[in-house]
C-alpha cells in the first residue's frame, strides 16, 4: 500500500513537472510567435511623399515607356523613335473621321479597340496612383502624352452615342505582309457597334477608358477632360442599354481578342464613372442587381484585357478603404473588398490559398500565349493593394489560418518584376532594351526591317524569315515570355513568345511606376 502510494506519488510528480515544462515551453512559443506576428499586428507607419527611387525600376520604367512610342500611328509630334515615321494617315477615311492617331496593337498594324482601352485604363490608373512617383523619374509626360495619343483615337472613333469604330485593319489581309507601317498599302477597312450589332464589352471598356483619363487630365486641361467624361457618359449609356457582346455580335473578331463576356466590363465602366462623378447612381450600380449578376464575389480571377474583376474589386476596394461612410460601410462593398483580398491570398506563395499556377522559380503562370500578362497585371494589382493598406494604416489581410501584410504583396510584386527583368533561370530580360541580354529578335515588323529598305508587302518577309538580329530595338517591348518549363525561344517566328504588345506594356508601366519608389496614396482621385 504504501509502495504503491509512493510509485503514485513520483508519477504525480513528473507528470507535474512535464505540465510546467510544457506550459514553459508553448509560452515560450506564444511570445516568440506574438513577436513574430507584430509587426502584421500593428499597421506600418503612411509613408510620405515619393522616398528613395530603385535605379533598376527607374531604368526599366524609362525603357517600357518608350515602346508606347514605337506602337504610335499617325503624324508624330516630337517623335523620339528614330526608325519610326508617319504611317496610317488616311485611317478612318470610310467613315470620313481621323482615325491616324492611336496605336498599333503588337507586332503587326492592327488597331483593335477592345485592348487599346483597356491599355488607356491602365495607363490612366497608373498615373491617378503614382503620377507623383512617375514624375520624380521624369516619366509622367511621357505617360500622360502616350495616354492622350489614345484617347484622342477614342474620342474620334466614338462617331455618335451609340456608334463606336472597334477595328481599324483587316487582320487576314494585315498579317499576309510584312512591311514597315509607314510603307504599308493594304486597304484598312473599319468595323463598328451599333444598336443592330452591340458591343457592350468593348464600348464599356471605351467608356472607362474615358472615364479613367478625364481624371488623369482634369488638372491639366478641364476642358478635354470634360469631354472625355461626355464621352464615357455617353458609352457607358450606350454599353448598358444595349446589351450584348462584340464577340457574338461581330464573330470574326474572335479569332483575335474574343470577349468571354461583358458584365465585367460594365461594373469596371461604372465604377470608374462613379470615381470621376461621385454620382451615386454608378456606386448603386455595381452595388445593386447589376453587381448580384455580373461580380462573381468569392471567385478569384485574372486581370486582363478581357477580364476586368480583378480590377473591379480592387478599385473599388478603394472606396471602402477611403471613401465616406456612407459607401464604404456598404455591405456589398464588402463583398467586393473581401474577394480583392481572396485575390491577393491566391497570389501570395505561402497564403494557404495560394495558386499553383507558378513556374519553379515562382513566376505566375497562366497562358502560353503572352504568358507574361498575367504575372504582371497582377503584381500591379497587388502594389496597389499593399499601397491602399499602408496608406489607410490597415495591418494585415487573412488568408485562411494566416496573415498577410502589405510588404509580403510589395515582395510579391517585385518578385514577378524582377523574374521580367532577368531574375530567372534564363538570366533573360523579357524587357527589350533593359539590361544587357534581351530578345534580338522580337516578333515585331518595324524593328526588323532596316531603316530606308523599300519593301512591299510579300517581299519584306525576307527580314520575319532573316537569320539576323533586328536592325531596330523594339526598346521597352515586353514580350510573350517563357513557357512553363521557363524556356524561351528567341526566335522572329515564334509570335507565341517573341511578340510584345502595347497593353503589356501598360501592365509593365504601370507595375514599375508602383515600385520605383514609394509614397502614400491620395485618398481621392478628384
Request: aromatic fraction near 12%.
Amino acid at each position: 500500500m504504501g509502495e504503491k502510494s509512493r510509485s503514485k506519488g513520483g508519477w504525480c510528480g513528473w507528470l507535474l513537472v512535464l505540465i510546467v515544462a510544457a506550459a514553459i515551453a508553448f509560452g515560450i512559443f506564444v511570445t516568440i510567435k506574438k513577436k513574430h506576428h507584430a509587426s502584421k499586428g500593428e499597421a506600418a507607419p503612411v509613408p510620405g511623399p515619393p522616398g528613395a527611387v530603385t535605379k533598376k525600376y527607374a531604368d526599366a520604367l524609362h525603357a517600357a515607356m518608350q515602346f508606347l512610342d514605337v506602337q504610335k500611328s499617325g503624324k508624330l509630334v516630337h517623335n523620339k523613335i528614330p526608325w519610326r515615321g508617319d504611317s496610317a494617315l488616311d485611317d478612318g477615311s470610310p467613315a470620313k473621321v481621323d482615325l491616324s492617331k492611336g496605336m498599333y496593337d503588337a507586332g503587326d498594324h492592327m488597331k483593335f479597340g477592345f485592348p487599346m482601352a483597356y491599355t488607356a485604363t491602365v495607363l490612366s490608373w497608373s498615373i491617378l496612383e503614382y503620377g507623383d512617383q512617375m514624375k520624380v523619374v521624369n516619366q509622367l509626360e511621357p505617360a500622360q502624352d502616350s495616354l492622350r495619343w489614345i484617347t484622342d483615337y477614342l474620342v474620334n472613333a466614338h462617331l455618335s452615342d451609340n456608334v463606336l469604330i472597334i477595328q481599324v485593319g483587316d487582320p487576314d489581309a494585315d498579317h499576309k505582309c510584312w512591311d514597315r507601317p509607314e510603307d504599308m498599302t493594304e486597304k484598312r477597312p473599319l468595323i463598328q457597334v451599333n444598336t443592330s450589332f452591340p458591343g457592350s464589352d468593348v464600348a464599356a471598356e471605351t467608356a472607362a477608358a474615358m472615364a479613367s483619363a478625364s481624371l488623369v487630365f482634369k488638372p491639366i486641361d478641364s476642358t478635354y477632360s470634360d469631354l472625355l467624361l461626355k464621352h464615357a457618359k455617353q458609352l457607358f449609356t450606350f454599353a448598358d442599354k444595349y446589351r450584348g457582346s462584340y464577340s457574338m455580335s461581330i464573330p470574326e473578331v474572335q479569332t483575335y481578342y474574343n470577349s468571354t463576356g461583358y458584365g465585367d466590363e460594365l461594373l469596371w465602366a461604372a465604377s470608374w464613372l462613379y470615381h470621376a462623378t461621385k454620382d451615386k447612381s454608378y456606386f448603386d450600380y455595381v452595388t445593386g442587381k447589376n453587381g448580384e449578376e455580373y461580380a462573381n464575389w468569392g471567385s478569384p480571377t485574372w486581370f486582363s484585357w478581357d477580364n476586368k474583376l480583378a480590377g473591379t474589386q480592387v478599385l473599388l476596394s478603394r472606396i471602402s478603404f477611403f471613401g465616406s461612410k456612407d459607401t464604404s460601410n456598404s455591405a456589398t462593398l464588402q463583398k467586393y473588398r473581401d474577394s480583392a483580398e481572396a485575390v491577393m491570398c491566391g497570389l501570395l506563395p505561402k497564403s494557404p490559398t495560394a495558386t499553383s499556377s507558378r513556374t519553379d522559380s515562382g513566376l505566375i503562370w497562366i497562358s502560353e500565349w503572352n504568358a507574361l500578362q498575367h504575372p504582371v497585371a497582377s503584381a500591379f494589382l497587388a502594389v496597389v493593394y499593399s499601397d491602399y493598406m499602408l496608406s489607410s494604416r490597415t495591418a494585415e489581410i487573412s488568408c485562411d489560418s494566416d496573415s498577410f501584410t502589405p510588404a509580403d504583396l510589395r515582395k510579391f510584386a517585385t518578385s514577378q518584376a524582377d523574374y521580367v527583368l532577368g531574375n530567372n533561370p534564363a538570366k533573360l530580360s523579357y524587357l527589350v532594351g533593359y539590361g544587357d541580354n534581351y530578345p534580338k529578335f522580337v516578333h515585331h515588323r518595324g524593328a526588323s526591317i532596316p531603316m530606308g529598305a523599300k519593301t512591299g508587302c510579300k517581299d519584306g518577309f525576307q527580314w520575319l524569315d532573316s537569320d539576323k538580329p533586328n536592325p531596330n530595338v523594339a526598346a521597352g517591348a515586353l514580350v510573350g515570355g517563357p513557357f512553363l518549363n521557363e524556356t524561351y525561344i528567341d526566335s522572329r517566328n515564334n509570335s507565341m513568345q517573341a511578340e510584345p504588345s502595347t497593353y503589356n506594356s501598360a501592365v509593365i508601366v504601370a507595375l514599375l511606376s508602383g515600385l520605383v519608389t514609394t509614397s502614400s496614396v491620395v485618398q481621392s482621385f478628384t
